[in-house]
């Protein structure tokens, strides 16, 4: 009886660990890496910034504010990553108004914790941020 039993817990363990979803940070993590020399290279000249980039939640909207000292027009891509569920990242292109501000509405996102990883460029400069936002 009590090998039974521990046959049927091991089995439902099994059973479980099998089912369980397990989401990557990223799918090509490999091919990532190769390439993260440049990407610190993009993250030393958002260092030198006097103003960083910014994020905040101001009512319906994330506002997101490029430093004036880089010259506009800004391109690049804006990535909102959720590390709870990757199925609810959002992924966008940089678009800025007169002033550098990224407007985006909070209905793209769900509630909680998002890393926001923004790879941008300014005049010839690369860029890369990332920042902590709490979606309400």
Known sequence: MAYAIFIVLIMSAVIKALNQKVDLVTEDYYAQEVGYQAKYDKMQNAGTLKEPVTATQQGSNVVIT????????YSGKVLFYRPSNSADDVTMAVNTDAV???????????????????????G?????????????
């Open 100 to 122: 550098g501000k990224m407007v985006v509405p909070v209905s793209k996102l769900k509630k909680g914790n998002y890393s926001l990883l923004i790879d941008w460029a300014g």
């Open 66 to 73: 490029f430093p004036k000292e880089v010259q506009a027009p």
């Open 124 to 136: 010839t400069t690369q860029y890369f941020n990332k920042l902590i936002i709490f979606i309400q």
